[in-house]
């Protein structure tokens, strides 16, 4: 099978938040297959930087200002001091939860590690990029959950922190845009990941299938597809958007 993404002409510098698992995972892989040179974050990462699988990783906490900065700064380390390209931030958590079981606790944890955690990785990936001549792009993980409610599912934490996220990539494509820095959230549908815990139930998978018109699951390398679209130049004149990629479900 060929890769869609051909190499960039000179490599491009890429930071994936999330990289231990799912979709930030296929993002750091298929990016590194496909010729950029890859940071992958996650707080399952090691302690001390190593490099596994052509990504350079190294563990990050997204909801900690210092973490996040150290994280970075491995970053800057392997690029010789130069801005990322691009950052894809996937890290982020899941919690099924109606609304009236949903503790002040419960709301501040998913929106620490999903909106917070957007916050600390753009604004450090803002800081370089803005700063650096060329342009470069910021693409963050949100979810269908932020357009559309799940009576299936109740996650109203969930779904909050990822209409923040849709709200932070455009209020940072105005801010950024003049230095030519883009940013979008990507809007996954259900993906088969170890976050989708509904692929374990076959009733609730049927149910969850018969609702996405192109009757599957996807996959994590078909967003990661689309996240590698939106961090390249391919995009140059995308900024702002909230793209779903969901088989057709938030057009249901
Ligand atoms: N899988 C889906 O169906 C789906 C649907 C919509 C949106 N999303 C979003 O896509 C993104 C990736 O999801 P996934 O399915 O790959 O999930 P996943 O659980 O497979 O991977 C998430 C990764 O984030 C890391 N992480 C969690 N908290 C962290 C923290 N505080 N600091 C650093 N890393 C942390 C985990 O260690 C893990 O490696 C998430 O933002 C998720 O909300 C996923």
């Not at 596994?52 to 906490?61: A, F, K, L």
């Not at 979008?184 to 018109?213: H, K, S, W, Y």
Request: charged share 20%; glycine share 10%.
């Amino acid at each position: 099978m060929t890769d869609t993404h051909a190499a960039p002409p000179h490599p491009q510098r890429l930071v994936v938040t999330g990289s231990g698992s799912g979709i930030g995972r296929a993002t750091a892989l298929l990016a590194a297959r496909t010729g950029w040179s890859v940071a992958g974050l996650d707080l399952t990462g090691p302690e001390r930087p190593c490099t596994r699988d052509g990504v350079r990783t190294v563990r990050c906490d997204v909801t900690d200002e210092t973490s996040v900065e150290a994280a970075f700064a491995v970053a800057d380390d392997l690029w010789e001091g130069m801005a990322p390209t691009a950052v894809v931030h996937c890290a982020g958590v899941y919690r099924f939860k109606p609304a009236v079981r949903t503790t002040a606790a419960d709301w501040d944890a998913v929106l620490g590690i999903n909106a917070r955690g957007s916050l600390l990785v753009a604004a450090a990936a803002g800081r370089r990029m803005t700063a650096a001549p060329g342009p470069g792009s910021v693409v963050l993980l949100s979810s269908i959950g932020a357009v559309r409610g799940d009576a299936g599912e109740p996650s109203a934490a969930y779904s909050a922190s990822k209409g923040a996220v849709v709200s932070l990539a455009r209020q940072l494509a105005v801010e950024w845009g003049p230095d030519e820095v883009r940013c979008n959230a990507v809007l996954p549908g259900v993906i088969d990941t170890p976050m989708t815990t509904v692929t374990q139930d076959p009733d609730a998978f049927r149910e969850v299938v018969r609702r996405i018109p192109v009757g599957r699951t996807g996959t994590a390398e078909e967003v990661a597809r689309l996240c590698l679209f939106l961090a390249s130049d391919a995009a140059s004149f995308v900024n702002g958007t909230a793209v779903p990629v969901d088989g057709g479900q938030s057009a249901a």
